[in-house]
């Protein structure tokens, strides 16, 4: 079963807040549900996230209001913005249940092009660096992004180890390390700041992860992390792969400074047993300057920063 | 009461694995328990091993034998031989007691002066990011090493603001917040990967740290994300100080390479709660190559990574 899924009228997803430990499924009954699911990272991941928006809208019988409920749930991951306005153009139910199919299906066929595409540039590579989680429970569809690359890698028999970055504060690495798990392929899980350790070592001969919105200049938004792990590439001369699907590109956005960054509550991080008085800071994303993007795997092929601009040309084609 | 403390012939350590929720002081009764005190990090903080070590010895009956339990104990900070040379030069019970007491008191003095001097030092930045816990508790005397110079810089009158990483795995930056909250000093706990993001926005004015064992050409060893740290401070042009007092230099390893760095238990990351198969891998400690070192602050002045050398010459003299 796929992480978002739409069965008998019903917007089932899994319950990413209970990974790795438990698989569990909750039905949602309205856009507020689906809202509360968003904001409480039940539902994670820029793709699964614009899937089961799309869901919400579609069978919502208040379907502007429930638009703006849905959109104001995150806001940093474009995917959802561009899955209501996908979805949204359909009048009636039936067309926007239509659409928000369609929507998932352009995701999953985007997702598995990625997987292509990546594969053929990371042949290279054996040992790869990861944060936060890319797979396919933050899809919503069978591929991931830079995990779906890896699981491409996988099947055509490669032998690739990857490294897992656990993403403090919400321990996203945990679900990736579960997945690869499943998927038999070896990994490691280490928390975020070892990072530095294996690159400067000669243990990572890739850094490869996901976005949340790139703009039209190529800066791009994702979990926070991504900046140092893109400076830490740079520095010790690995690539730095970005897979993310055209529905995560914002090409009304010129730079990255443009990019609204969620910061989240300081108990993700200091929890509640911590000393009463301390206080937390607790950005949800940073912004990667383009210049740092070594290539943007995408369905429509790899492109390197500069690239951009005509992925938006395609895009608008 | 000081974190290591000799009261009435018994070593009296403040239990860290319990901060900082509580003040717990552990008596210890042999260089066995002091050494399981050392690796459980119930002691840590380079100079408070050393000074543990030194009363552990200092009370032994048989020194030669606790010499190598204690040095055992953790591999990488240097502090731990040279406390337990300085300490076995004494034939007698009495004798090693006033040594390890010596031992601390120098320790002590180091600290006092290391504030003295980073404090003119850090005069022009209001915005520090520390990582891991170098206070008082670290130190096991009055001052810290680089939370020492802060706990100076508010003495002195002066706004600071800490931005303190939270120190995956086992959250020291929990007992910095402590500390800070103590001493009055404002301060959010940070997830460390964070760090970069709130460098590169320019909130951060420098990055002040510890050091476990400093190398003669001034590469050295640190808790994991320490190199990170130096990169992300190099790419982004703010300064990157160490403070440590001569007894983390080791002039006889002449690169970071040849320092041994401690892997800890992977039980440390995903704990016991995690899924079953899931691995990790838990470097304790990092290198920082002395290139990235903008000054090194000590008892005996500041220096540049180049200068180490001198300290070397002023150290044998």
Redesign the interface.
Known sequence: MLSVEFIENQRKILDQTKL??KERYLALNSAEEVSEAIKSMAVRGAPAIGIAAGYALALSDNPEKDYVTLLSSRPTAVDLKNALDFVAKGKTIEERKKLASLWQAGVSEACASIAENGASLLEKHNNVLT?CNTGAVATGVEYGTALGIIKKLKESGKDIFV?V?????RMQG?IT??EL?KLKIP????????????I?SGKVDAVMLGADRIAANGDFANK??T??LA??A??NSIPFYVAAPLSSFDFSIDSGDKIKLEMRG?KE??GD???G???????AF??TPARYVTRFITEKGIFSPEGVGSIGKIHRS
Chains 1, 2 share one sequence.
Not at 277 to 283: C, K, V, Y
């Open positions: 790795p430990f944060h490294y970055g656990e993403t403090r504060p945990a390390s579960w798990n990994n490691s899980v280490i928390v975020d700041s070892a990072a530095g350790y294996f400067y926070i992390g900046y140092s400076v830490l740079k520095e300081e991080i200091i047993a911590y000393a008085s301390t206080s937390a800071l607790n950005p940073d912004i």
